[in-house]
């Protein structure tokens, strides 16, 4: 035998011989039970099964699993290994069984063996999958899967499309969508229990690819709708290789999984009222400086061009939810001429629908953020009362102020309060102390919120718009979930949640790191809430591939429509009343 492939091969606890002896090293024993290896920089050899090729490698990279009869019984060790550009002279296939010789090593794709030296390839066997079902027991469980091809049965649920176009990821998960654990339950405990449920619950499925934006988008059409694929809808029969990407284990399909549209795609929202009232985030509608320059803006679009997009989006969106009211949150913090944001849009609104129908609220600027929020309101239907009023109370004093304007209703002379909102976002830079993440599930900028919660109901008792009426409605993105304490302080003086009032626990309005709830808010005075008949989020946002959005950048060209569909990140709540 050659001396110098005899000097490259390290003897240790484990059982490892010349490569022309029949003796080999079980995959188990190279990976181990910890994460790393307990053989790197050994050189090992390996008789196994070939389950998956990666196509178009020259040399070959392929995936290897032990065969049946050489697996061992221990669940802290995985039977896959990946081997990386592999010389053959012989065209490797799935199936084929493969003895190789090379040196262990850790990558990006986990334990594997680089530039081995081909011995043999055996007759091919039949390749059948590991049978697994979620929740796991343990995230690090799919450390033990690693490189194994698994086979999951059970109908997983698309649960966060974040990844999809840019990097060809989709992340399902079992037993239904996941929602965000404050939105559900109590903060601190409760909410760490339903958090770390959630990871057991979820996996991630990757194209295989290391291609940015890859095109086709990958998974982005089901087998039984010709719309796109959203959270919610199901995933069957999911075959594929466990890797590691970025530190964390995805699944890479190695056969057609059924993808199954299970959610109503609804076009208009199903809200009943005389009187519809909607708040929207609209994701950051800034218009340059309004002459078709100052591109690009602190926020939104990039060029001119991006906001038409946008801009065609919203307004379809606008048109479909046919609202009388339409509470805005983040738009440009600019005034009120010809040239702001809000003229604009409006301006362009009433173009689309062809009569002058729409107004807004005139308000100056209100603090010194980027954005803020305004109101547009039909005038067919509803009149001003007074004029709109903000407060600049701590926290308001230096961060996006609220904005209340009082509505009367042309048919029943109803009158009502309406105050806009738009809280701190859950994002860390800069907090410390109480605002720092306690840990509980609320996020960074919670005691901020909640004193913003507070000074709002305070500021609204003392009538700050001057009606006479006690009837509030206080919509908008407070920024903290259903069961956070913004939220439950401004229940606490006798305010109702609408949304969960009329739709229960599932409702929601955002997605983040694929859970769902309702950032978005509306709640009604115990005066008012009598006066309303229905409340409901309207999907058509949060659940649908970001891919689909006015922005040009990483976006297919092929992809954009002006539809209703991912005209913004946070979907519309709309309010039906009937105001006496």
């Keep these: 035998m050659n001396q110098l492939l005899l000097s490259s091969i390290t003897f240790g606890a484990l059982a490892a011989a010349s490569i022309g002896s029949a003796a080999t090293t079980l995959i188990s024993d190279i990976q181990g039970e910890d994460a790393k290896s307990p053989v790197v920089n050994q050189t090992v050899t390996v008789t196994a099964q070939i389950i998956h090729v990666v196509p178009g490698d020259s040399p070959h990279s392929f995936f290897v699993m032990e065969e049946p009869s050489d697996r061992d019984d221990n669940p802290l060790t995985s039977e896959g290994l990946f081997i990386k550009a ?17 040196i262990v090593t850790e990558g990006a794709n986990g334990t594997t063996i680089v530039s081995p030296q081909i011995v043999s390839f055996s007759d091919p066997i039949p390749v059948t999958p590991v049978a697994v079902t979620l929740p796991v027991s343990s995230t690090d469980q799919w450390a033990s899967w690693e490189s194994m091809l698994l086979s999951i049965e059970q109908p997983l649920t698309v649960t966060d499309t974040y990844n999809l176009g840019r990097y060809g990821q989709l992340t399902l998960s079992a037993g239904g969508r996941l929602m965000n654990p404050t939105n559900v339950v109590e903060p601190g405990a409760p909410a ?17 690819s290391s291609d940015q934006n890859p095109s086709p988008t990958p998974f982005l059409f089901t087998d039984s709708d010709p719309g796109p694929l959203v959270i919610g809808d199901e995933v069957s029969g999911l075959q594929g290789i466990v ?18 549209a299970t959610r109503q795609r609804d076009l208009d929202p199903d809200v009943v009222g005389r009187l519809r009232v909607a708040g929207f985030n609209v994701l950051n509608l800034f218009n340059g400086d309004g002459q078709g320059g100052g591109f690009p803006t602190p926020r939104g679009a990039d060029t001119r061009e991006e906001l038409q997009r946008q801009k065609a989006k919203l307004i379809n969106a606008f048109i479909a939810m046919d609202a009388d009211i339409i509470g805005i949150q983040e738009m440009e913090n600019d005034d009120n001429g010809p040239n702001s944001s809000i003229a604009q849009f409006v301006d362009a609104l009433n173009g689309k629908i062809g009569s002058g129908t729409y ?77 720092a993440d306690q840990g509980d599930g609320q996020g960074c ?41 913004p939220v439950q302080r401004i229940v606490d ?46 999907n058509i946002n949060a659940d649908v591939p970001r ?25 519309p709540i709309v309010i039906g009343l009937e105001l006496r």
């Design 86 to 102: 592999a010389e053959t002279e012989k065209i490797p296939k799935v199936g084929d069984v493969v003895t190789l010789a090379g």
């Design 192 to 208: 760490k229990a339903l958090s770390n449920a959630n990871e057991l619950r979820r996996v991630t499925l990757d194209d295989g």
């Design 243 to 260: 890797t590691r990407t970025n530190g964390a284990y995805v699944i890479n399909p190695t056969a057609d999984a059924q993808f199954e």
């Design 359 to 435: 107004d807004y609220v005139r308000a100056p600027k209100l603090g010194s953020d980027a954005i803020r929020v305004g109101f547009i309101f039909d005038t067919s239907t509803v009149e001003l009362v007074g004029e709109a009023k903000t407060t600049t109370a701590t926290p308001f004093d230096f961060r996006r102020p609220p904005l209340a304007q009082t509505f009367r209703e042309k048919s029943s002379g109803g009158v009502f309060t309406i105050a806009n909102n738009h809280f701190k976002s859950k994002g860390c830079r800069g907090s410390e102390g109480a605002n």
């Design 445 to 485: 900028w919670n005691a901020e919120r909640t004193q913003a919660a507070t000074t709002l109901v305070k500021w609204l008792e003392t009538d700050p718009t001057g009606s006479g009426d006690q009837d509030v409605l206080i919509i908008g993105d407070l920024n903290a979930y259903r069961l956070e304490d």
């Design 493 to 538: 003086h006798n305010y109702v949640d609408l949304v969960h009032q009329f739709q229960g626990d599932d409702a929601y309005t955002y997605v983040f790191y694929g859970q769902s709830g309702s950032l978005d808010h509306a709640l009604a005075s115990s005066t008012l809430v009598s006066q309303v008949v229905d409340a409901a989020p309207w």
């Design 547 to 571: 891919v689909f959005d006015y922005n040009t950048e990483f976006n297919p060209v092929e992809l954009y429509s002006p539809s209703i569909w991912r005209s913004s990140d946070h979907d």
